[in-house]
């Protein structure tokens, strides 16, 4: 499963929606078992060459966030 998938069918279904309604529908789905091994399967291969970064000198296998 590719994220251009996302993007041409999901990601149009979900912003025709109320997005309260495609808010409750997604943190649904994203609740059972099947959705989260497939998350899981995204994550855990990932092409770590392309992700790799450099921050203030110290070299990280993924981008960094903080909010």
Not at 9 to 27: G, K, W
């Amino acid at each position: 499963m590719e994220l251009s998938f996302y993007k041409w069918a999901i990601r149009p279904v979900l912003f025709s929606m109320d997005p309260e309604h495609a808010h409750e529908l997604t943190i649904s789905a994203l609740g059972r078992p099947w959705m989260q091994r497939i998350l899981a399967s995204l994550i855990a291969s990932p092409d770590t060459s392309r992700l790799r970064q450099q921050v203030l000198g110290l070299p990280f296998e993924n981008p960094l966030g903080l909010a």
